[in-house]
DNA sequence: TTGTAGGCGTTATCAA
DNA sequence: TTGATAACGCCTACAA
């Protein structure tokens, strides 16, 4: 592989003068140098090595992104957006698992990204990454549901998990619903948050677990059969997220059980698929790829401005969105 | 941030003693020293800085992932894998879009990975990127569809995609479905593939586009519209991926036709999904996230293994499969 | 068991 | 307009 000292000799210069040109530093060259060291970097195929010009410059044109599960539509559809910002940009774009923070912050202990993006729950979180940046080049943003409140010290754009919970069930409760299963997954999620909220509604209501949800729309299925044994049985199904309630769709119909006469159905998160699947979910809309756009954005501008100024900690606060379709309507008479 | 000799100034050591024992390399030091190294490490938050190390020892410890669409669902997990798999070998996972090989070109050129692994279509394309490893450490893998042979230079995991569309096309010529309409996208793919299958099946077939397809569902749900104004009308439709599909069995139900009683639909893919629409759907399962995986984890072992050796072209062939279920049915009587 | 010295490839400062 | 020179932080012979 080429080096800058290669360029620089077939041309008969020093390094230097080849780094200025290259980097188009102003002590602008003779045009005629500037065309030989062009030609001559081109012909051997050169290209500054990135670890090397990282270590000297502290700067890598890298956002690591902190995302849980990249193959949920969301993140997925927020991590392409991200890729195309980033691109536009001279980033690359590096991707962290998330399970907690830890992988972040090594990352950044060990210089590999400029800016790290936090995408995941819990938003307020990304507050710890703080401490970790070891450069003042180094900036950290966040996007994603709030649980509590947002985080301080950083920017941030989110929305608020509950609220969204709160629009569904309140959409539910005014078609006459009383009895509500929510469908939980096997982990622990917006459990608190649904009880909470179902209470404040004088619903009453049941949570449904499952072993497994490696497969969630099997995961979802399991889970309306679950539902229709309960006694009394309930009239609506509120699923923690939209694969569990195309899942229990599916259970549902091979059940014999008609949406939305029989049950109502509602989802969390509004994937496209949701409009497209038979009939359509009624969801709430979680604005994931919009934070992650907002914030990245903030991001980007911050690294890529002249100005040295730090990016300043803000927070937005987007809205969720309840979609009403075809999966709900008023419970069968009777109940 | 604390560097190496901070350590070294602080334990009373020489900055060579500190790196020997952070990376326990063997000349032992003594066991007291060793333990003081260890705790000023720790206590003053000390970590190797990546583009440092990556200069000196010309490893990243990155893989690169080309990939086309890292929201569609099948990159998604296979990107998601990968993810894993790297993180179990201590790589880190940077993503390129990969549109052609130019992106992935450069972060090899520039030392930004130790490991490419190409993973979209056309996988012989994959070829091109020998000439751009600039270090004998670098690898290069593939794994995708192959849309004409295996790739010649490298290792690579693959399957035919025509294989996928005859065994498609076969199933509905064994129904007795003679028109088909072929649900093709914005962009050309498989058309000529999918003209030369159904010439071979003496199939009488119509390809139909759309301007969009930024949303898939919408646009198989509009192609399925086209599709029944054809005349004479197919008895079939077979789409160029499930999201197209399901979209099409979105708008057949909205036009009133049943399926599969008044039209068959046959996706390609396999996604999950395509098990939980109404009626679950018959498709063709491509085995994306098994060829990432062998391919990545041939790679990050030839990485990782302590003898030099290189990685041995060679290529692994999968097979694509047909998964029959229940919008497939003969055609309607008197077709 | 430990320290010294040199270099990885690049950029930046300063002097010419 | 250009060229020395000195970092950047780390690793690894080699010498002690």
Same mark, same amino acid.
């Given at each position: 592989?080429?080096?800058?000292?290669?360029?620089?000799?077939?041309?008969?210069?020093?390094?230097?003068?080849?780094?200025?040109?290259?980097?188009?530093?102003?002590?602008?060259?003779?045009?005629?140098?500037?065309?030989?060291?062009?030609?001559?970097?081109?012909?051997?195929?050169?290209?500054?090595?990135?670890?090397?010009?990282?270590?000297?410059?502290?700067?890598?044109? %890298? #956002?690591?992104?902190?995302? *849980?599960?990249?193959?949920?539509?969301?993140? +997925?559809? $927020?991590?392409?957006? /991200?890729? &195309? =910002?980033?691109?536009?940009?001279?980033?690359?774009?590096?991707?962290?698992?998330?399970?907690?923070?830890?992988?972040?912050?090594?990352?950044?202990?060990?210089?590999?990204?400029?800016?790290?993006?936090?995408?995941?729950?819990?938003?307020?979180?990304?507050?710890?990454?703080?401490?970790?940046?070891?450069?003042?080049?180094?900036?950290?943003?966040?996007?994603?549901?709030?649980?509590?409140?947002?985080?301080?010290?950083?920017?941030?754009?989110?929305?608020?998990?509950?609220?969204?919970?709160?629009?569904?069930?309140?959409?539910?409760?005014?078609?006459?619903?009383?009895?509500?299963?929510?469908?939980?997954?096997?982990?622990?999620?917006?459990?608190?948050?649904?009880?909470?909220?179902?209470?404040?509604?004088?619903?009453?209501?049941? %949570? #449904?677990?499952?072993?497994? *949800?490696?497969?969630?729309?099997?995961?979802? +299925?399991? $889970?309306?059969?679950? /539902?229709? &044994? =309960?006694?009394?049985?309930?009239?609506?199904?509120?699923?923690?997220?939209?694969?569990?309630?195309?899942?229990?769709?599916?259970?549902?119909?091979?059940?014999?059980?008609?949406?939305?006469?029989?049950?109502?159905?509602?989802?969390?998160?509004?994937?496209?698929?949701?409009?497209?699947?038979?009939?359509?979910?009624?969801?709430?809309?979680?604005?994931?790829?919009?934070?992650?756009?907002?914030?990245?954005?903030?991001?980007?501008?911050?690294?890529?401005?002249?100005?040295?100024?730090?990016?300043?900690?803000?927070?937005?606060?987007?809205?969720?969105?309840?979609?009403?379709?075809?999966?709900?309507?008023?419970?069968?008479?009777?109940?």
């Amino acid at each position: 592989m080429a080096t800058i000292r290669d360029v620089a000799e077939k041309v008969g210069v020093s390094p230097s003068t080849v780094s200025r040109v290259l980097n188009g530093r102003r002590g602008y060259c003779s045009e005629s140098t500037r065309r030989r060291v062009l030609d001559a970097a081109r012909r051997l195929n050169y290209c500054a090595s990135a670890p090397a010009r990282a270590l000297v410059q502290g700067k890598t044109n %890298v #956002v690591a992104i902190g995302c *849980e599960s990249p193959d949920d539509p969301h993140p +997925a559809q $927020m991590l392409a957006a /991200a890729q &195309r =910002l980033a691109e536009s940009h001279g980033f690359h774009v590096l991707l962290s698992p998330a399970e907690d923070s830890s992988d972040l912050v090594r990352i950044l202990r060990e210089q590999r990204a400029d800016i790290v993006l936090w995408a995941r729950s819990a938003v307020e979180l990304a507050d710890g990454l703080l401490d970790a940046v070891s450069n003042p080049q180094q900036v950290v943003v966040a996007a994603g549901p709030a649980n509590t409140a947002p985080p301080q010290g950083i920017f941030a754009a989110y929305w608020i998990d509950w609220e969204g919970i709160r629009s569904a069930l309140q959409h539910l409760a005014a078609l006459g619903h009383r009895r509500i299963a929510f469908l939980a997954g096997a982990g622990q999620g917006k459990d608190e948050m649904f009880k909470v909220e179902a209470a404040k509604l004088k619903l009453q209501m049941h %949570v #449904v677990y499952v072993d497994s *949800e490696v497969d969630k729309f099997a995961a979802g +299925a399991d $889970m309306a059969q679950h /539902a229709l &044994r =309960l006694q009394p049985r309930p009239t609506a199904l509120f699923a923690r997220n939209d694969e569990f309630a195309i899942g229990a769709l599916h259970g549902l119909n091979e059940a014999g059980v008609k949406v939305p006469d029989d049950m109502s159905v509602v989802g969390y998160g509004g994937i496209p698929a949701t409009g497209y699947c038979h009939p359509p979910l009624t969801t709430v809309y979680t604005p994931f790829l919009e934070c992650g756009t907002i914030a990245l954005q903030a991001a980007l501008q911050a690294c890529t401005s002249n100005t040295k100024s730090v990016l300043q900690p803000a927070t937005t606060k987007l809205e969720t969105h309840l979609m009403v379709r075809a999966t709900t309507a008023p419970p069968p008479r009777g109940q």
